[in-house]
């Protein structure tokens, strides 16, 4: 089945320590989104890439970073995890950045901060 | 600016009996509509979308939800729950007439079904 894959699912890191995040993806879409989970929250956008394009929002810490080395995979990279990061993390795909599409979610990381 | 208000942060209900979640938006442009549930430690699934025409949109696991543009409101339904449906539900919202395709989420409202 075509879906979208997170590893790991639970991560356990260090304050200060940089920890990176999976994502990829077998739909094929052209757009692959980062949303940031508090407890009790909703999703927060953090940034999204349409094929190699990098759009980031206005109000995300430069903490974090990511990387899209092709269609299939994309990385959430947190450069100094401080412990209000702690949060799920969830990947999204969608096909068109231009029309409205279904946005299709991973099953999320789980980030702990110690 | 688009923004979701789920008024209801926690819904318990009896098994078998129906239920609605309330959603308002705000926005000055014309938006589509969309729920979505999570599960346990899991990702976000769609449940039902608003793109345009009939108001009344069906969406799966037996739920629906009814578009309301004079009430700004995008409240779901299902009129008998199971054990099964407990979980989060978020509304959401997208204004594609602004250029982007940025979901804008409430903060949830987590059902809770009673045996």
């Known amino acids: 089945d075509a879906m979208v894959i997170q590893n790991p699912r639970y991560q356990v890191t260090q304050f200060g320590k940089p920890v990176t995040l999976s994502c990829s993806q077998t739909?094929?879409?052209?757009?692959m989104y980062w949303y940031q989970q508090k407890s009790s929250q909703a999703p927060k956008l953090l940034f999204h890439?349409?094929?190699?394009?990098?759009?980031n929002e206005a109000d995300t810490p430069d903490n974090f970073q990511s990387r899209r080395p092709n269609t299939s995979f994309c990385f959430l990279d947190i450069r100094s995890p401080g412990l209000g990061d702690a949060a799920m993390y969830l990947c999204?795909?969608?096909?068109?950045?231009?029309?409205?599409?279904?946005?299709?979610f991973g099953p999320g990381t789980r980030l702990t901060v110690l | 600016a688009q923004s979701v208000t789920q008024l209801d942060s926690q819904v318990p209900v009896f098994e078998e009996a129906p239920v609605e979640l309330r959603c308002n938006y705000s926005?000055?442009?014309?938006?589509?509509l969309f729920w979505y549930v999570q599960y346990p430690n899991q990702g976000l699934q769609l449940l039902l979308k608003?793109?345009?025409?009939?108001?009344l949109v069906k969406g799966i696991n037996g739920f629906e939800a009814e578009f309301n543009k004079s009430q700004t409101s995008f409240h779901l339904r299902k009129p008998s729950v199971h054990i099964s449906d407990t979980a989060e539900y978020f509304c959401?919202?997208?204004?594609?007439?602004?250029?982007?395709?940025?979901?804008?989420f409430g903060t949830g409202t987590r059902l809770t079904v009673i045996p």
């Open positions: 959401a919202v997208s204004a594609p007439e602004t250029g982007a395709n940025n979901l804008f």
């Open positions: 926005s000055s442009v014309s938006v589509y």
């Open positions: 608003y793109l345009s025409g009939s108001t």
């Open positions: 999204a795909t969608s096909r068109d950045p231009d029309r409205v599409n279904e946005q299709f």
């Open positions: 890439y349409y094929d190699k394009d990098f759009n």
């Open positions: 739909l094929n879409h052209n757009v």
